[in-house]
């Protein structure tokens, strides 16, 4: 991802600023999407796996990529509060 446009993305909701996801926090969300354990905030269950994600500096909420593209909308973020394992 373009360093420019991470420096510039923050969460939606609380202005938190984002990072990427470091590939065990990445492993650890995909298995528990592939055990059916994570919704996003606006309660839809997670079917399909991440490739790639930002979270929030403070560790609260993911937001996907798809094709390269942050996808930064409120209702389909993650909250990281519902994972027993944490990131």
Known sequence: MDKHLLDILCCPVSKTPVRPLQTGELERLNQAIARGEVD??????VEAALTAGLVTTDGR?????????PVMLP?????TTQLREGL
């Open 75 to 79: 209702e389909e973020g993650i909250g």
């Open 40 to 45: 996003t905030v606006a309660g839809a269950r």
């Open 61 to 69: 909420v993911v937001y996907r990529i798809e094709d390269d593209i």
